[in-house]
Protein backbone atom coordinates (compact mmCIF):
# COMPACT_ATOMS: atom_id res chain seq x y z
CA UNK A 1 0.00 0.00 0.00
CA UNK A 2 1.32 3.85 -1.05
CA UNK A 3 1.82 6.21 1.92
CA UNK A 4 2.98 9.39 1.23
CA UNK A 5 3.57 11.44 4.34
CA UNK A 6 4.43 15.10 4.23
CA UNK A 7 5.91 17.74 6.94
CA UNK A 8 7.66 21.01 6.95
CA UNK A 9 4.93 23.25 6.70
CA UNK A 10 3.96 26.21 8.70
CA UNK A 11 3.77 30.02 8.99
CA UNK A 12 6.71 32.12 7.51
CA UNK A 13 7.02 35.74 6.83
CA UNK A 14 7.46 37.13 3.11
CA UNK A 15 10.68 36.53 1.20
CA UNK A 16 11.35 33.54 4.46
CA UNK A 17 12.20 29.90 3.59
CA UNK A 18 10.34 26.66 4.28
CA UNK A 19 11.27 23.03 3.11
CA UNK A 20 8.76 20.58 2.60
CA UNK A 21 9.10 16.49 3.12
CA UNK A 22 7.39 13.80 1.06
CA UNK A 23 8.35 10.22 2.75
CA UNK A 24 7.67 7.33 0.52
CA UNK A 25 6.79 4.11 1.24
CA UNK A 26 4.75 1.34 0.58
CA UNK A 27 6.71 0.27 -3.16
CA UNK A 28 9.36 0.93 -4.95
CA UNK A 29 9.16 4.18 -6.33
CA UNK A 30 12.25 4.16 -9.08
CA UNK A 31 10.15 4.06 -12.20
CA UNK A 32 7.85 7.02 -10.39
CA UNK A 33 7.29 10.81 -11.05
CA UNK A 34 6.66 12.57 -7.81
CA UNK A 35 4.73 15.12 -8.38
CA UNK A 36 4.37 18.61 -5.86
CA UNK A 37 0.82 20.41 -6.21
CA UNK A 38 -1.13 23.49 -4.14
CA UNK A 39 -4.48 24.21 -3.60
CA UNK A 40 -5.65 27.66 -2.05
CA UNK A 41 -8.72 28.51 -0.73
CA UNK A 42 -11.31 28.49 -3.18
CA UNK A 43 -8.90 27.21 -6.06
CA UNK A 44 -8.53 24.54 -8.19
CA UNK A 45 -5.65 22.29 -6.85
CA UNK A 46 -2.52 23.09 -9.45
CA UNK A 47 0.81 21.95 -10.23
CA UNK A 48 3.67 23.47 -8.82
CA UNK A 49 6.69 21.13 -9.69
CA UNK A 50 7.84 17.08 -10.31
CA UNK A 51 10.88 15.55 -10.23
CA UNK A 52 11.17 12.05 -12.01
CA UNK A 53 12.73 9.37 -9.37
CA UNK A 54 14.85 7.89 -11.71
CA UNK A 55 16.74 10.56 -13.79
CA UNK A 56 16.30 13.00 -11.58
CA UNK A 57 15.21 15.48 -13.93
CA UNK A 58 12.80 18.16 -12.29
CA UNK A 59 9.96 20.21 -14.29
CA UNK A 60 8.39 23.43 -12.39
CA UNK A 61 5.23 25.83 -12.87
CA UNK A 62 6.17 29.02 -14.01
CA UNK A 63 5.23 30.72 -11.14
CA UNK A 64 7.79 29.13 -8.50
CA UNK A 65 10.24 28.48 -11.43
CA UNK A 66 13.81 29.69 -9.28
CA UNK A 67 12.46 29.82 -5.73
CA UNK A 68 11.38 26.26 -5.38
CA UNK A 69 13.21 23.46 -6.17
CA UNK A 70 12.54 19.66 -5.68
CA UNK A 71 15.21 17.25 -5.09
CA UNK A 72 15.17 13.92 -3.34
CA UNK A 73 16.71 11.50 -1.26
CA UNK A 74 16.83 7.80 -2.39
CA UNK A 75 18.35 6.18 0.77
CA UNK A 76 15.18 7.98 2.75
CA UNK A 77 12.56 7.91 -0.09
CA UNK A 78 12.10 10.75 0.41
CA UNK A 79 11.32 13.77 -1.53
CA UNK A 80 11.86 17.85 -0.72
CA UNK A 81 10.20 20.55 -2.09
CA UNK A 82 13.10 23.83 -0.86
CA UNK A 83 10.56 26.84 -0.99
CA UNK A 84 12.60 30.33 -1.13
CA UNK A 85 11.62 34.26 -1.40
CA UNK A 86 7.91 33.01 -0.49
CA UNK A 87 5.26 34.93 -0.91
CA UNK A 88 1.54 35.47 0.27
CA UNK A 89 0.46 34.05 -2.83
CA UNK A 90 2.26 30.76 -2.16
CA UNK A 91 -0.13 30.04 0.97
CA UNK A 92 -2.18 27.08 0.51
CA UNK A 93 -2.03 23.29 1.28
CA UNK A 94 0.48 21.58 -0.42
CA UNK A 95 0.75 18.00 -1.28
CA UNK A 96 2.78 15.10 -2.65
CA UNK A 97 1.62 12.64 -5.14
CA UNK A 98 3.15 9.89 -6.99
CA UNK A 99 2.50 7.93 -10.39
CA UNK A 100 4.63 6.16 -13.30
CA UNK A 101 2.24 8.18 -15.41
CA UNK A 102 2.73 11.61 -13.73
CA UNK A 103 3.11 14.68 -15.01
CA UNK A 104 1.98 18.27 -14.84
CA UNK A 105 -2.00 17.17 -14.40
CA UNK A 106 -3.27 16.60 -11.59
CA UNK A 107 -5.20 13.84 -12.97
CA UNK A 108 -2.14 11.81 -13.85
CA UNK A 109 -1.37 10.95 -10.60
CA UNK A 110 -3.50 7.57 -8.42
CA UNK A 111 -1.25 8.72 -4.69
CA UNK A 112 -1.61 11.26 -2.87
CA UNK A 113 -0.57 12.39 0.50
CA UNK A 114 -2.72 14.63 3.10
CA UNK A 115 -1.21 17.74 2.70
CA UNK A 116 0.37 19.76 4.44
CA UNK A 117 -0.46 23.86 5.19
CA UNK A 118 1.97 26.96 4.20
CA UNK A 119 1.01 30.31 5.40
CA UNK A 120 3.42 33.12 4.24
CA UNK A 121 2.42 36.46 6.06
CA UNK A 122 3.16 39.74 4.22
Known amino acids: QVQLVESGGGLVQAGGSLRLSCAASGRTFSTYSMGWFRQAPGKEREFVGR????????YYADSVKGRFTISRDNAKNTVYLQMNSLKPEDTAVYYC???????????????WGQGTQVTVSS
Open 51 to 58: IIWSSGNR
Open 97 to 111: AADIRGGNIRSQYDY
